[in-house]
């Protein structure tokens, strides 16, 4: 069988991802804060394994704009306060 015609799924967000994962479609790798309710309220089991950090990083534009200064200081507030921070 030609492996670009197997079935596949299109889930566009994590958050879809979690929807999917939770309805049994398959398996996934969740962020932690989504997962850990889920897991807590026995929607999910653990496969085990490690746990998977990954850096990240926010890239803008360095042409001056208040409308793209003020996204950076909320992306970076959010990140700050909802990021597990290593």
């Known amino acids: 069988m030609d492996p670009a015609l197997a079935p596949r799924h299109l889930v566009p967000s994590t958050h879809e ?5 939770v309805a049994g479609l398959g398996w996934g790798m969740l962020l932690t804060m989504q ?3 889920l897991l807590a309220r026995g929607e999910l089991i653990a ?3 490690e746990t998977v950090t990954s850096a990240l990083f926010w890239q803008v534009a360095t042409t001056r704009s208040a409308l793209l200064e003020a996204l950076t200081d909320t992306v970076l507030e959010t990140a700050r306060r909802e990021l597990e921070q290593r």
């Open 35 to 37: 997962a850990e309710p």
């Open 47 to 49: 496969l085990g394994g």
């Open 17 to 21: 991802l979690a929807d999917a994962v």
